[in-house]
Nanobody
């Protein structure tokens, strides 16, 4: 499966931004789709995930209440709506997919899109 992410940009603190990630190829391999981010000098960290079969969503504590992950199955696209952005949200955001139920660990995801940079200025 191939993943194409888009939507990053430069915004100010408290602004909103929406990221998109479209999957193509074997959609059965995108049962779980997640968003991760990596800030300069830091490890890649889990942000949010959505499970197609039951619509379950999961969030990192740092984004809970501010970010919302959603999925349009007809378009094979997952979105990350980011509200009340903070400078510490600045990172390259990656979408990822797996055929199972792995959620928060990078090793659970064999498929990755290219990153999209989100920069939040104070």
């Amino acid at each position: 499966v191939q993943l194409q992410a888009s939507g990053g940009g430069l915004v100010q603190a408290r602004d909103s931004l929406r990221l998109s990630c479209t999957a193509s190829g074997r959609t059965s391999s995108s049962h779980t789709m997640g968003w991760f981010r990596q800030a300069p000098g830091k490890e890649r960290e889990f942000v949010a995930a959505n499970i197609r079969s039951d619509g379950s969503t999961y969030y990192a504590n740092s984004v809970k209440g501010r970010f919302t992950i959603s999925r349009d199955n007809a378009k094979n696209t997952v979105y990350l709506q980011m509200n009340s952005l903070k400078p510490e949200d600045t990172a390259v955001y990656y979408c990822a997919a797996n055929a199972g139920y792995g959620i928060t660990t990078t090793s659970s995801y064999p498929y990755w899109g290219q990153g999209t940079l989100v920069t939040v200025s104070s």
